[in-house]
């Protein structure tokens, strides 16, 4: 089976493959094609890859192509991982709204909005090329925004495009763990959008643990998301928020720290990663050892402007090491083997979610079998919660709109919409400095 990966020079495609080296079975990967506009970016990836397969047998055999149209042929997956503008227009991204006063991270707030309008045109290229290209191919999309890319996609490849991300995995493994739990035996009630959900409950052998844990100030303080929110507010909402709701319930303290950062996170990786794939080119540098040191150097410092405001401290080693694509790696298995399984991933409303329509992406628990992913009941949300998942999904249909018409108005209204962006004049100026700085957004008029 052929395996696509869009964003095969992306830093993270080792971690990738390395779930596939150690996959056993029928209709398992065979071959694995990596696509990137890229082309040293590709060579530093495959040296890597290489590496890892050194004395693995059957690993599966790895290509390398800057042709799309080549990349999706016969592929039976295809996994997008891919940066519109690179790790130079995140950092753009956060600079331009931090100069407004705004948050400018990756996916929420201004920041998530700008690479939203420069990559929804490129997804929706994507999603029309596999279309032609590789029709009865499943794509699973972790290009971020990962909920919106993949509703915008969905529009051309329906059910048959699912996103997925590790945020939900990581903190279901965390509050598991705290309690005791077994994360394989435990089935975590998450629901919201990507990057904006709720750990609602907690079961073990059908038994909810998560009152257990919220009325223990001391279970609350021993794990990341207790320490970011703190125990008090976990308990006014009786649930366990996704990291990234940090930025709206401290959104002052966000600012802050990022405005006082030496760096914001874009420009950390920015020029962390320019190092690696520079040092990589090297034909006397072993390439696996020096993405290891510097893939655990990016997982330290994952959110940590957020840690500091909120006197989190560091993040614990289990933490450190990934999760997504094991989510990648779970979904294949469910799909190509009929290997049944329960994963939280992003895919369309249905009937879900009443206050959402039935082609609204949402991220909940989902059934997974070699008929695609089926989203699971769901009760309602709280009103609070209800009204900012609603809010932030009609900024993703601005966004969405915009980038189908090219609309600079409907581009505006996106950035005024956002909970996180206080004035409609602002939201003019973020248009005007980012429409400068980026040209992905050309387009806008």
């Given at each position: 089976m052929r395996l696509t990966i869009l964003g095969g020079g992306g830093f993270r495609v080792p971690l990738v493959y390395g779930a596939l080296l150690g996959d056993r079975g029928e209709r398992r990967v065979s071959e694995v094609v990596l696509h990137d506009l890229d082309a040293d970016r590709l060579t530093a990836v495959t040296r890597v890859l290489a590496e890892q397969a050194a004395g693995v047998p059957d690993a599966p055999r790895v290509t390398a192509t800057t042709d799309l149209d080549e990349a999706l042929t016969g592929a039976g997956f295809v996994f997008s991982a891919i940066r519109?503008?690179?790790?130079?227009?995140?950092?753009?991204?956060?600079?331009?709204?931090?100069?407004?006063?705004?948050?400018?991270q990756e996916t929420v707030g201004a920041g998530g909005i700008a690479y939203?309008?420069?990559?929804?045109?490129?997804?929706?290229?994507?999603?029309?090329?596999?279309?032609?290209?590789?029709?009865?191919?499943?794509?699973?999309?972790?290009?971020?925004?990962?909920?919106?890319?993949?509703?915008?996609?969905?529009?051309?490849?329906?059910?048959?495009?699912i996103g997925i991300c590790d945020s939900p995995v990581g903190l279901g493994r965390r509050i598991a763990r705290v309690l005791g739990a077994d994360p394989r035996e435990a089935f975590v009630d998450y629901v919201g959008l990507n990057h904006l959900g709720w750990v609602r409950a907690l079961r073990v052998a059908?038994?909810?643990?998560?009152?257990?844990?919220?009325?223990?100030?001391?279970?609350?303080?021993?794990?990341?998301?207790?320490?970011?929110?703190?125990?008090?507010?976990?308990?006014?909402?009786?649930?366990?928020?996704?990291?990234?709701?940090?930025y709206y319930y401290f959104n002052r303290e966000a600012v802050h720290a990022y405005q006082q950062?030496?760096?914001?996170?874009?420009?950390?990786?920015?020029?962390?990663?320019?190092?690696?794939?520079?040092?990589?080119?090297?034909?006397g540098v072993r390439a696996l050892d020096l993405w290891e040191r510097t893939r655990a150097e990016r997982e330290a410092t994952y959110m940590a402007e957020n840690r500091e405001a909120a006197g989190a401290g560091e993040r614990e080693a289990e933490d450190l090491s990934?999760?997504?694509e094991k989510v990648a790696l779970a979904l294949m298995r469910a799909v190509a083997r009929g290997e049944r399984t329960t994963l939280i991933l992003n895919v369309r409303n249905g009937s879900t979610l009443a206050a959402l329509d039935a082609d609204a992406v949402i991220e909940v628990p989902c059934l997974v079998d070699a008929s695609?992913?089926?989203?699971?009941?769901?009760?309602?949300?709280?009103?609070?919660?209800?009204?900012?998942?609603?809010?932030?999904?009609?900024?993703?249909?601005?966004?969405?709109?915009?980038?189908?018409?090219?609309?600079?108005?409907?581009?505006?209204?996106?950035?005024?919409?956002?909970?996180?962006?206080?004035?409609?004049?602002?939201?003019?100026?973020?248009?005007?400095?980012?429409?400068?700085?980026h040209p992905g957004l050309a387009y806008l008029r």
């Open positions: 519109v503008g690179g790790l130079a227009g995140r950092a753009d991204d956060e600079r331009v709204a931090l100069a407004e006063g705004v948050l400018g939203g309008l420069r990559t929804v045109p490129v997804a929706v290229d994507i999603a029309r090329r596999v279309a032609r290209r590789a029709p009865d191919a499943w794509v699973i999309n972790f290009t971020n925004p990962a909920g919106l890319v993949t509703e915008a996609m969905s529009r051309y490849l329906g059910d048959r495009v059908g038994r909810d643990e998560l009152p257990r844990l919220l009325a223990d100030p001391a279970l609350l303080g021993s794990f990341e998301e207790g320490r970011l929110f703190g125990p008090d507010w976990l308990r006014s909402l009786g649930a366990v928020p996704n990291e990234y709701l940090h950062a030496e760096r914001t996170r874009g420009a950390f990786l920015r020029d962390q990663q320019a190092g690696f794939y520079a040092e990589a080119r090297d034909p990934g999760g997504y695609g992913a089926h989203p699971l009941a769901a009760a309602p949300l709280p009103d609070h919660a209800t009204g900012l998942v609603c809010s932030v999904k009609a900024v993703e249909r601005e966004i969405l709109a915009a980038a189908e018409s090219g609309s600079r108005a409907r581009a505006v209204t996106a950035f005024a919409l956002h909970p996180l962006v206080d004035s409609v004049r602002v939201a003019h100026r973020l248009v005007d400095g980012y429409t400068a700085v």
